[in-house]
Nanobody
Framework: VQLQASGGGLVQTGGSLRLSCSAS????????IAWFRQAPGKEREFVAAISWGGGNADYADSVKGRFTISRVNAKNTVYLQMNSLKPEDTAVYYC?????????????????WGQGTLVTVSS
């Protein structure tokens, strides 16, 4: 099982980025997928999650209204659209998968982790 996050980069405050998570879990549509981030010197934290079919989404309060999670099951890909970025959004962003529970990932109980992608927001 592999999950690969991509799309990170350097952006100015107020800018936007779209991250992608490509997953080899099968069947992809059976898995809830979530995004997490870890800033330097801080613990990894939950950012957003999306249910198997994409009908339900959950966000951390710190990103609600700015970030949008979506998925295209035909492409085995989940996206994180990040708008109005702030310096405090700077972190390595990871995606994770859980077959049985989207809620579990809110407390970082993940069955499969992917490698991260670095997002840097300059002030």
């Amino acid at each position: 099982v592999q999950l690969q996050a991509s799309g990170g980069g350097l952006v100015q405050t107020g800018g936007s980025l779209r991250l992608s998570c490509s997953a080899s879990v099968q069947p992809f549509s059976d898995y809830a997928i979530a995004w997490f981030r870890q800033a330097p010197g801080k613990e990894r934290e939950f950012v957003a999650a999306i249910s198997w079919g994409g009908g339900n989404a959950d966000y951390a309060d710190s990103v609600k209204g700015r970030f949008t999670i979506s998925r295209v099951n035909a492409k085995n890909t989940v996206y994180l659209q990040m708008n109005s970025l702030k310096p405090e959004d700077t972190a390595v962003y990871y995606c994770g998968a859980h077959r049985d529970s989207m809620a579990e990932m809110r407390i970082l109980r993940v069955q499969y982790w992917g490698q991260g992608t670095l997002v840097t927001v300059s002030s």
